[in-house]
């Protein structure tokens, strides 16, 4: 089982960053995937939340309207579109995948966001 978090980096106040979660060994579109982040000297908070068909989505109010999550099952890949960008917003990224029905839940290794001017 293995989710790989990639798409962080350094970027302006204003800017925009892809995240991208590839995942495999497991099925995919059995699980209802999410972002969560952390901040220095701050608890990992919920991001986004995108369901298992791609059906409902849920964002944090602070990213609402900013932030998009989307999936491609056929893939096994989860999205976070981020625009707008904030100093704010700067943490680790982390994906998450959760089949609720038998409790298995799966972390990627995070990915880096600063921004910063």
Not at 35 to 59: C, D, F, M
């Amino acid at each position: 089982v293995q989710l790989v978090d990639s798409g962080g980096g350094l970027v302006q106040p204003g800017g925009s960053l892809r995240l991208s979660c590839a995942a495999s060994g497991f099925t995919f579109s059995r699980y209802d995937m999410s972002w969560y982040r952390q901040a220095p000297g701050k608890e990992r908070e919920l991001v986004a939340h995108i369901s298992s068909a791609g059906g409902s989505t849920k964002y944090a109010d602070s990213v609402k309207g900013r932030f998009t999550i989307s999936r491609d099952n056929a893939k096994k890949t989860v999205y976070l579109q981020m625009n707008s960008l904030k100093p704010e917003d700067t943490a680790v990224y982390y994906c998450n995948a959760n089949w609720v029905v038998v409790r298995l839940e799966y972390w990627g290794q995070g990915t880096q966001v600063t921004v910063s001017s």
